[in-house]
């Protein structure tokens, strides 16, 4: 007898495993099904960052679900942990960035400006001399500083398996495999394929990531998410660790609670290599040592290489897809996806059991997008 399930999510990164965690809560049961291994994407190696005032589309379209998914994520912190066991390293953090000269100042005004009105954050200025009593480290080149609080950080890979494991308690169940074709009934979807078998469902959400264009053959939709590759190196710095998360100079520094120093990122349109390169080591490393001389001593850990969904216009894909009664997406979150998960979880979940939600998805509604453009 064929298997089935109430609900299949297909893909298993931070998208795929919220949506199945608040269909849980919701008392809907789903099968997470997963071709590469939970979490073993980019949201098992993003930077793990957490800022729901600063990005592309915010403040804009995109502010108003960053901040309702920040928010969800504090009360995750601790939620998850004490339902799971599993401490992903949740925290609030301070981000300290860095003016080299006149031009850079701008950027620091920019955060100072979106940081300062809002509850629970704040910026705060700093002469060279400050910023060297808080971070001995940096370089003394520079002219200005802001450190500015309110971000949260956290392990994505250890939070994705979290959400999974929560869901597993509450009923939902994880298959491995490669979902490579639909069965349908007209306008409804009625099962996924795998290699040697098929498995029936009452609805079916696609979290594919940087791999959703495939879903465009198998329902005769436009699902433009392109692969932006995106490479980390984790560095053993010696010596006093740093305090705060450091930008500026073209280096992006961040201390994690292992000791490890993780810096970058990088951005390349690459289609779906996911290699390791040495360029993308010395650019990352450039940026570093100008940012903190002493980076140049530091020891390569690991680097990693993954691929972030995005969309034309940088905007995730949320909703239910034109056409169909019971196929839902939850993808293309592009560079904010562990940030957005909550609310893509939630709001899909909603969607599907209730037809509808308070969170902010409008403009991210799949139909915007036809293959004439958007
Ligand atoms: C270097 C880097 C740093 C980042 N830093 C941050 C950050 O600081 N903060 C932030 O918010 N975001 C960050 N991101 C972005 C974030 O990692 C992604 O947006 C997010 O992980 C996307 O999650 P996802 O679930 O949509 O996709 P993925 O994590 O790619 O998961 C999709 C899953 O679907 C599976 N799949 C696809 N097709 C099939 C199929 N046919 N059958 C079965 N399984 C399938 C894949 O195997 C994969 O596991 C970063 C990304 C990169 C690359």
Not at 107 to 120: I, N
Not at 169 to 180: D, P
Request: glycine share 12%; proline share 6%.
């Amino acid at each position: 007898m064929p298997e089935s399930s109430d609900v299949i999510i297909v893909g298993g990164g931070a998208a795929g495993c919220s949506v199945a965690y608040h269909l849980a809560l919701a008392g809907v049961k789903s099968t997470v099904i997963e071709g590469q291994g939970v979490a073993t994407q980019a949201s098992g190696f993003s930077a793990g960052g957490l800022n729901p005032l600063q990005g592309t589309g915010i403040p804009g379209p995109l502010g108003p679900l960053a901040m309702e998914s920040y928010l969800m994520h504090l009360d995750l912190f601790g939620q998850l942990q004490d339902d799971t066991g599993i401490d992903y390293d949740g925290r609030i953090i301070s981000l300290l960035k860095v003016a080299f000269d006149d031009e850079d100042l701008a950027d620091l005004q920019e955060t100072e400006d979106v940081f300062a009105p809002v509850d629970g954050f704040d910026a705060r200025w700093l002469d060279t001399r400050e910023v060297l009593e808080l971070e001995p480290r940096v370089s003394p080149k520079i002219i200005r500083g802001l450190v500015a609080r309110g971000n949260a950080a956290m392990d994505s890979y250890k939070y994705t398996l979290a959400l999974l494991r929560s869901a597993e308690k509450m009923g939902a169940s994880i298959r491995s495999g490669t979902v490579a074709g639909l069965e349908r009934d007209n306008s409804r979807i009625t099962g996924v394929r795998l290699n040697d078998e098929t498995i029936s469902c009452g609805q079916i959400v696609l979290a594919m990531g940087p791999w959703s264009r495939k879903a465009e053959a198998w329902l005769d939709a436009y699902i433009p998410v392109d692969p932006l590759k995106g490479e980390i190196t984790r560095m053993e710095l010696p010596g006093a660790p740093l305090n705060h998360d450091l930008s500026g100079g073209g280096g992006s520094l961040h201390p994690k609670p292992d000791g490890l120093v993780w810096c970058g990122t990088t951005e390349e349109w690459r289609g779906f290599d996911k290699e390791t390169s040495t360029s993308a080591y010395q650019s990352i490393l450039e940026g570093a040592v100008r940012l903190v001389p002493e980076m140049s001593k530091a020891r390569l850990s690991l680097q990693t290489a993954c691929l972030r969904p995005v969309t034309p216009d940088w905007l995730p894909i949320i909703g239910r897809v034109p056409g169909w009664d019971n196929v839902y997406l939850a993808t293309g979150a592009g560079k904010k996806g562990i940030l957005l998960s909550p609310g893509i979880g939630k709001s899909v979940a909603d969607l599907m059991t209730q037809g509808e939600t308070s969170l902010s998805i409008g403009p991210f509604n799949p139909s915007r997008f036809t293959p004439n453009g958007f």
